[in-house]
Every structure is written in structure tokens, then in C-alpha cells.
């Protein structure tokens, strides 16, 4: 959850702080603010978020007004809405509107960070996004993403290839099992196929990402996370 990106709009300055306290106690920090619609609309082109959080009332225009330009907006018209409000009358024309879900604006933060979760569950499952750690692996652009951005985009059977070590870590996989299943075929006995795509798996990972795929001598290779040494006082 904490990878996702936020675009919350709202012009009043006590409610961003609060969000600000409820947003760090969850872990969530790729989070943009606008107060204006103008200014949210300018935004979501240029930070493309997950998910917006979007109040009713603004200055400029209503919150149904933005929402209704966002969902006219090719790029950003699958982006999920919640739209902060408390009446059922509301709610009515946020369904119009093209909002997905309403939050009420409460002093208590579990509403809004029990809906995002499901907000980023759902993209999660549509996107077919696999996270181990630091690292998650988007199916649908073959995007890997890693401590917070991406970092490559890589070809269809470079991607199969990390996905199955990252999703089968820290169980080794047979060099036989990589390559049917990257191939789609039963690996020739001599063929040296394999290495080579695992060594062009690494040239286009980050080094420390990289190193994290190791062999195994007489079977074939893992996906390992480094783990931190234990104080010196715990056994």
C-alpha cells in the first residue's frame, strides 16, 4: 500500500494536517495536495496518482465538477475516486459524477485508511502487482518497481523469468522449471539459453537488485533478500 500514490484535494489547511499525522501513522508517504480543482486537474497529468481523494467543496469548483473533468480525461479515467462527503443525497450524484467510493470527513482515521487499502487490494489485483518486500513486479506493463519508483520495464520473458524467482522466493528454482516455464518448452540438455538470459536479467536491475538472484550450484537459481545482521547482544 505504501508504494501507491496519492492526489488529495482539499483547501482546508487543519484537515491536510490531519491527513498528513493519519497518512504517516499508515505508512503512506507518496502523497500530493491541491486546494483548488484547477490545480488538481494540473496535477494528476503530471503525477499520474493511484488514487485520488477528492473533497466535495473547493474554492474554484466542486469536488462533482473535478471528478467529472477527471473521468473525460483518457489517461486518468480509470484512477479511483473517493469522494469526501456525509450525505446520502450527495453520494447520489458522486455515483454520477464517476466517484467510486465516499468516505465521511471525521475526526477518526479508520474509514479512510480502511478504504484505501481496498482501493489499492483492487489495483493490486487488477494490475496483477506482486510485492516481496521492497520490490514489486507490475504484470500488465512488466514494470519493476523497487524502494518506491521504477526502476526498468523489461521484456515479456526477462519479466517471467524474476517473476517466478520473486514469486517462489526464498525456494529455489530448478534450472529445468525456469526454463519451461519462461520457454514454454523442456529445456535441451546443453543449452545455455538460460544463463544468458539471466545474465541480461541482471545488466538491466539496479546492482543491488541484481545481486539478489543467485545460483545454486547443480540446480539452478534464487531470489534472495539480504537479510540485516542481529545485534551483537541477541543470539
Not at 151 to 180: C, G, I, N, Q, Y
Request: aromatic share 6%; with cysteine; proline share 7%.
Amino acid at each position: 500500500m505504501t508504494e501507491r500514490r496519492l492526489l488529495v484535494v482539499d483547501d482546508e489547511p487543519s484537515w491536510i494536517e490531519l491527513l498528513k499525522v493519519w497518512f504517516e501513522m499508515a505508512g503512506i508517504k507518496n502523497v500530493e495536495y491541491a486546494m483548488t480543482g484547477a490545480k488538481a486537474l494540473e496535477m494528476a497529468v503530471q503525477v499520474h496518482p493511484d488514487c485520488f481523494v477528492l473533497d466535495l467543496v473547493l474554492p474554484d469548483q466542486s469536488g462533482l465538477e473535478v471528478c467529472q473533468k477527471l473521468r473525460a480525461m483518457p489517461d486518468l479515467c480509470r484512477v479511483p475516486v473517493i469522494l469526501l462527503t456525509a450525505h446520502k443525497s450527495e453520494r447520489v450524484l458522486g455515483l454520477q459524477s464517476g466517484a467510486d467510493y465516499f468516505v465521511g470527513k471525521t475526526g477518526q482515521p479508520h474509514e479512510l485508511l480502511a478504504t484505501l487499502e481496498a482501493v489499492f487490494r483492487r489495483l493490486d489485483k487488477e494490475e496483477g502487482l506482486l510485492t516481496r518486500d521492497d520490490l514489486s513486479l507490475r504484470s500488465y506493463d512488466r514494470e519493476v518497481l523497487w524502494k518506491g519508483g521504477r526502476v526498468t520495464v523489461l521484456s515479456p520473458k526477462m519479466f517471467v523469468l524474476l517473476h517466478v524467482l520473486v514469486e517462489r522466493s526464498p525456494t529455489p528454482v530448478s534450472r529445468a522449471d525456469l526454463f519451461r516455464l519462461v520457454e514454454g518448452s523442456e529445456a535441451p540438455g546443453l543449452s545455455r539459453a538460460l544463463d544468458v538470459m539471466l545474465n541480461r536479467l541482471r545488466k538491466a536491475l539496479p546492482e543491488e537488485l541484481a545481486g539478489r538472484i543467485v545460483n545454486v550450484k547443480n540446480f539452478g537459481y534464487v531470489y534472495l533478500i539480504p537479510q540485516p545482521p542481529k545485534p551483537l547482544n541477541q543470539p
